[in-house]
T-cell receptor, first 113, second 115 residues
């Protein structure tokens, strides 16, 4: 079945620096890749998503890139702020239906003031 | 508009007890999901439903049952709770638009401890 690997598991940056989180997926038929942010004790919230017909998508300080050939996608956060500190999860859709996602194990991002 | 609401928020059970977790959504979503979240394991799909009256197994279905008698509700049952089922349980829902995946919206979670 689909497997999603996420790296690194923890990431610490200084405020104002950039942060990059990378994910690889195994199913070449995957076509939808969302990213979720989860603050401590809260629900996962969608921050950005990308479909397989697009190579890059931006939303203010957040961007996601997708390399279908290499089967990996990345989350880029620029000008990080302390409120960006959270756990970030990537996910990939499962071939055979539009209804399921497989999640990576998460990256704990800490932004130090 | 409450979105996805989970009941209860916390629960402590003894081994062998049973309970039902309730998920309700008011967004008229077709798809609903139950995940469990354990430290370092991400979100793992337990069961899901693509519409009223339908259910299907996810990645980790053993020990759980589900029902979707109404479109807005998705119930997760533990018939005989085991310590290995101690976890945080999240419900999610999404639209169905052809074969295009749509964002999943999550509830606040239920923290369940089995002693």
């Amino acid at each position: 079945g689909e497997n999603v690997e996420q790296h690194p598991s923890t990431l610490s940056v200084q405020e104002g620096d950039s942060a990059v989180i990378k994910c690889t997926y195994s199913d070449s038929a995957s076509n939808y890749f969302p990213w979720y942010k989860q603050e401590l004790g809260k629900r996962p919230q969608l921050i950005i998503d990308i479909r397989s017909n697009v190579g890059e998508k931006k939303d203010q300080r957040i961007a996601v890139t997708l390399n279908k050939t290499a089967k990996h996608f990345s989350l880029h956060i620029t000008e990080t702020q302390p409120e960006d500190s959270a756990v970030y999860f990537c996910a990939a859709s499962i071939w055979g239906g539009s209804e399921k996602l497989v999640f990576g194990k998460g990256t704990k991002l800490t932004v130090n003031p | 508009n409450a979105g996805v609401t989970q009941t209860p928020k916390f629960r402590v059970l003894k081994t062998g007890q049973s309970m039902t977790l309730l998920c309700a959504q008011d967004m008229n979503h077709e798809y609903m999901y139950w995940y469990r979240q354990d430290p370092g394991m991400g979100l793992r799909l337990i069961h899901y439903s693509v519409g009223e009256g339908t259910t299907a197994k996810g990645e980790v279905p053993d020990g759980y049952n589900v029902s979707r008698l109404k479109k807005q509700n998705f119930l997760l049952g533990l018939e005989s709770a085991a310590p290995s089922q101690t976890s945080v349980y999240f419900c999610a829902s999404s639209y169905s638009i052809g074969t295009l995946n749509q964002p999943q919206h999550f509830g606040d979670g239920t923290r369940l401890s089995i002693l």
